[in-house]
């Protein structure tokens, strides 16, 4: 079967790619990790001893990150859909985290501690219709915050890609309801074009938690 042009220019951009090569020379499972990396070392998080939770982990890059920063003395959980191949300090939980026998799972894995740092890359089933896809975007968003919410430790940081377009001001706006303050980051490994951004809360606003 021939490729399209756009798929064609797609793997062309792909190879050429230096965050691709780099997470190749380096181990990491994507480019992806790249982005984390640059916001995790800016902003202090992911420190020795921490407990993180990466929701949305596949294909683990990120989780590979937050295990290099928490060490032997914290704790990294990745959630998905997805299976998640094993990971060295990772403890992978395949399932959705809004059903009640994964949160159990998650509860039994955190041994009664509060989670310092979540994460959440999480993202839709692609339909190709813009406003659609924005929409489910934006909707996982907000359920990462309720997770956060709940699971977070007061004093802990909760970093989303959200991606700027319908629904993403209001968003935001939520975001800082919740935390004491935010933060919005563009990693260099994001490309030009994207509209994502990364949205980083830090410490929970009193009269927050459901």
């Known amino acids: 079967m021939t490729r399209s042009k756009s798929s064609e220019a797609w793997l062309k951009r792909h190879v050429s790619d230096p965050y691709v090569r780099k997470a190749g020379a380096q181990g990491y499972r994507s480019r992806a990790a790249f982005k984390l990396l640059e916001i995790v070392r800016r902003d202090g998080l992911a420190r ?6 990466d929701l949305g982990a596949a294909p683990g890059s990120w989780s590979q990150v937050l295990a290099g920063r928490v060490g032997k ?6 959630l998905d859909l997805l299976e998640v191949s094993a990971l060295p300090g990772v403890t992978v939980i395949q399932g959705d985290f809004r059903d009640e026998s994964v949160l159990r799972r998650l509860e039994e894995a955190l041994e009664g501690r509060k989670i310092d740092l979540v994460v959440s890359d999480l ?6 219709v813009r406003a659609t896809d924005q929409a489910r975007s934006l909707q996982l968003c907000e359920l990462a915050l309720d997770f956060a919410k709940i699971h977070l430790n007061p004093r802990g940081a909760f970093l989303v890609k959200a991606f700027q377009g319908s629904g993403y001001p209001e968003f935001l706006a939520e975001m800082e309801r919740v935390f004491e303050a935010v933060t919005s980051r563009k990693p260099g490994a994001s490309r030009g074009e994207s509209k994502e951004m990364y949205l980083l809360g830090r410490s929970l606003r009193t009269g927050t938690v459901p």
């Open 73 to 78: 003395s914290g704790r990294v959980i990745a």
């Open 48 to 53: 020795p001893g921490d407990c993180a939770v």
């Open 123 to 128: 993202a839709p089933n692609i339909s190709g």
